[in-house]
T-cell receptor
Framework: AQSVTQLGSHVSVSEGALVLLRCNYS??????LFWYVQYPNQGLQLLLK??????LVKGINGFEAEFKKSETSFHLTKPSAHMSDAAEYFC????????????FGTGTRLTIIP | GAGVSQSPSNKVTEKGKDVELRCDPI?????LYWYRQSLGQGLEFLIY????????KSGLPSDRFSAERTGGSVSTLTIQRTQQEDSAVYLC???????????????FGPGTRLTVL
């Protein structure tokens, strides 16, 4: 079965500092991987996705993630944090056998320190 | 058109009562998913519809949970004889079609927050 593990349920960074949110996956087949963001009282919004094309994926709001097969990782980064980045972030892996249901990590709450 | 909508946004019910949660997907989207977000279990898949059929119900936690979709559009998730552990945010998502790459993005609704007293 496919799964993802997010290290760190809470991450705090200063405004302007690097954001690094960690995700490791487990999959017996080449995975499809995603990062979603959830702002308070809102649904999930797709930040970016990896579907076996480029290993460095650029998403919205200045975020990017790099797929590293050797490390089974798909960490999310942003060079300079902004106050508006405060939210909860979820890494997910897709069932790529036809219905594409998502299996989510436990989430990382990102706090930005002014 | 408009995004995925869900109603009600909040539902408070008493233990043992039945509840119905509604999802209106994006027009034209054939695939529809229900997920549950709770403190204890995180975000978990419940059921997947392709058109009006549900080929994957593997995430439904018990036979108290059921869902249907009519006209290839609106979906209703029904929870019978609600229990306190059913308290969660129920999220609906739709996509234009599942299948081989390129992956079709799932668009999420704002969710229904269910509280069982």
């Amino acid at each position: 079965a496919q799964s993802v593990t997010q290290l760190g349920s809470h991450v705090s960074v200063s405004e302007g500092a690097l954001v690094l949110l960690r995700c490791n996956y487990s999959s017996s087949v080449p995975p499809y991987l995603f990062w979603y963001v959830q702002y308070p009282n809102q649904g999930l919004q797709l930040l970016l996705k990896y579907t076996s094309a480029a290993t460095l994926v650029k998403g919205i709001n200045g975020f990017e993630a790099e797929f590293k097969k050797s490390e089974t990782s798909f960490h999310l980064t942003k060079p300079s944090a902004h106050m508006s980045d405060a939210a909860e972030y979820f890494c997910a892996v897709s069932d790529n056998f036809g219905n594409e249901k998502l299996t989510f990590g436990t989430g990382t709450r990102l706090t930005i320190i002014p | 058109g408009a995004g995925v909508s869900q109603s009600p946004s909040n539902k408070v019910t008493e233990k043992g009562k039945d509840v119905e949660l509604r999802c209106d997907p994006i027009s034209g989207h054939t695939a529809l998913y229900w997920y549950r977000q709770s403190l204890g279990q995180g975000l978990e898949f419940l059921i997947y519809f392709q058109g009006n059929s549900a080929p994957d119900k593997s995430g439904l936690p018990s036979d108290r949970f059921s869902a249907e979709r009519t006209g290839g559009s609106v979906s209703t998730l029904t929870i019978q004889r609600t229990q306190q552990e059913d308290s969660a945010v129920y999220l609906c998502a739709s996509s234009s079609s599942p299948g081989p790459p390129p992956y079709n993005e799932q668009f999420f609704g704002p969710g229904t927050r269910l509280t069982v007293l």
